[in-house]
């Protein structure tokens, strides 16, 4: 039940799905890309870097969609707006 729902989700995700099955093909390596460790490191520490950073993005771009729900929701709510005023003028001496 628990693969169902992994698929459900990286179907969501489709550059996640992809760089996750390259990971996979990397350990499976019936290609026979890797002949050294070193080789199949280097690989594999751009791929992880790759995947933070789609993974990052997506987070972000939800995070937005979300805020801006948020606010649509609610029309009569001003929102970054600058102040008017510069705040109170010191005290004459």
């Known amino acids: 039940m628990q693969k ?4 459900e989700r990286l179907r969501k995700h489709p550059a996640l799905r ?6 996979l093909d990397m350990v499976e390596d019936e290609s026979g890309q ?3 460790a070193d080789d199949a490191e ?3 520490i751009s791929q992880l870097r790759g ?4 993974v ?6 939800n995070e937005h969609q979300q ?3 948020y ?3 609610r029309p009569g709510v001003a929102r970054k707006q600058k102040k008017d005023s510069s705040g109170t003028p010191p005290s004459a001496k």
């Open 4 to 7: 169902e729902r992994l698929e």
């Open 18 to 23: 992809a760089r996750l099955e390259t990971l």
């Open 34 to 36: 890797f002949e050294r």
């Open 42 to 44: 280097e690989f594999l």
């Open 51 to 54: 995947l933070g950073q789609e």
């Open 56 to 61: 990052l993005q997506e987070w972000a771009t």
């Open 67 to 69: 805020v801006e729900q």
């Open 71 to 73: 606010w649509d929701q």
